[in-house]
């Protein structure tokens, strides 16, 4: 067993960062400035986007991105209730309505199957989740987004690098929505990016973004620039720091490597789970590049003698950190009591929440670091087994 604890997530950060980030410093400017211009060009070169607006948070460039297709009070927004507090919580800033449809099991992303019979004549635009970074399938959705006319926004907090059907996600829909969370694939500490093909979508949210002002604080006060400015709309204060995105700058360039190590990883786990019968490994598409910021194993609950918290505190006995994702929005006292949901209105997202469990899967971690997760879970298993 290991010696000290492991934790669920690190960030890889070393001198690159820290040269970026000494560079903003030393240049005087510090918030949006030419750093953020930098980030936002080179992360539009990698996924091959138009445009891309660097925000501070991925919820604030979700927020925008609704604020920009028009999002109004009594609208309805398609989404999955297998996801994280932000996707919907941003829908009820609007004083919209998340309409969550259940997931398909294998992926735990939205079940497109089910997406038809929940659109009204209220829906505004759908919102699939990448879990974990395996992209959910997006054809179906943008056959009915485009048959009723609305706009797909994606929340690819957990996508990036990933690929669907041989493109990135980034330029797949109308709206794509970036994080750079402290423990997702790239971290600006907390940050987030705008992806998008419209031009006008592009020009609202950098607007709203900050403040409503026709132009940014950057051009305002260079050489080229005027005191001029006009607020347009009661916008928000949503901007990018060029410290943060120095180190954006510099997480880019490692991206790659990066996300070679986690597939590793997850290969790794996949290679020495996959024979368990009391273990269910995640799903995997074809047609798709998982980007594996979570590795979501599963347990066949029936093969076990002990249930999923238990098999977490087992973990953690053994200095390895776990982390569940999701506690599915629905059964979250808000969304239960304010749209009256039951666990069992969304079965599928239900059931394999109560068996779920993810383990580490980072760049930093070492070979021994994997093998101790493996030894680990190995040794629960043959301890509990029915
Ligand atoms: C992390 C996360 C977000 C929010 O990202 P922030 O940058 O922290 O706002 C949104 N959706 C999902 C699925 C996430 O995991």
């Not at 001198?15 to 000494?22: K, P």
């Not at 609202?204 to 006009?230: F, N, P, Q, V």
């Not at 087992?314 to 969304?335: D, Q, T």
Request: charged fraction near 25%; glycine fraction near 6%; aromatic fraction near 10%.
């Amino acid at each position: 067993m290991r010696e000290n604890f492991l934790p669920f997530a690190l960030p890889d950060l070393d001198e690159s960062e820290l040269a970026e980030i000494r560079e903003a410093l030393n240049s005087g400017w510090v918030t949006t400035g030419p750093k953020t211009k930098q980030f936002e060009s080179a992360f539009a070169a990698v996924v091959g986007a138009k445009h891309a607006i660097a925000v501070n948070s991925c919820t604030a460039a979700m927020h925008l991105a609704l604020e920009a297709i028009g999002l109004k009070q009594g609208d309805e927004v398609i989404t999955t209730p297998y996801t994280f507090a932000a996707t919907a919580e941003v829908i009820r800033y609007f004083d919209a309505r998340p309409v969550l449809v259940d997931i398909e099991p294998r992926f735990f992303n939205i079940d497109p199957s089910l997406i038809e019979a929940a659109v009204t004549a209220r829906t505004r635009a759908i919102m699939p989740v990448h879990i974990a970074g395996l992209p959910a399938d997006l054809d179906p959705l943008h056959e009915i987004a485009r048959r009723r006319g609305i706009p797909v926004i994606e929340d690819a907090a957990h996508a990036f690098p990933s690929t669907y059907r041989g493109r990135l996600v980034g330029t797949l829909s109308d709206v794509t929505c970036f994080s750079f969370y402290a423990t997702k694939t790239i971290t600006t500490g907390e940050g987030g990016m705008i992806c998008t093909e419209t031009d006008t979508l592009a020009e609202r949210c950098r607007i709203m973004a900050l403040h409503g002002i026709s132009k940014d604080a950057w051009k305002r006060y260079t050489a080229e620039g005027s005191w001029y400015y006009e607020i347009i709309a009661p916008g928000y204060k949503y901007n990018m720091t060029d410290v943060a995105a120095a180190m954006g700058i510099a997480q880019l360039r490692k991206a790659r490597t990066m996300y070679e190590r986690r597939r590793e990883i997850a290969q790794a786990y996949n290679a020495a789970f996959s024979g368990a019968g009391e273990l269910q490994i995640p799903g995997d598409r074809d047609d798709a590049q998982h980007a594996w910021h979570l590795y979501m194993l599963r347990l066949n609950l029936d093969r076990l003698r002990i249930n999923r918290a238990e098999f977490m505190e087992e973990l953690k006995k053994r200095n390895i950190g776990a982390s569940v994702h999701f506690i599915p929005l629905h059964i979250h006292p808000y969304y239960r009591d304010t749209f009256g949901y039951r666990p069992e209105d969304l079965p599928v997202a239900y059931r394999e929440y109560m068996r779920e469990v993810s383990l580490p899967i980072f760049s930093k971690m070492s070979g021994d670091d994997v093998q101790s997760v493996v030894d680990a879970v190995r040794a629960i298993v043959v301890s509990s087994r029915r």
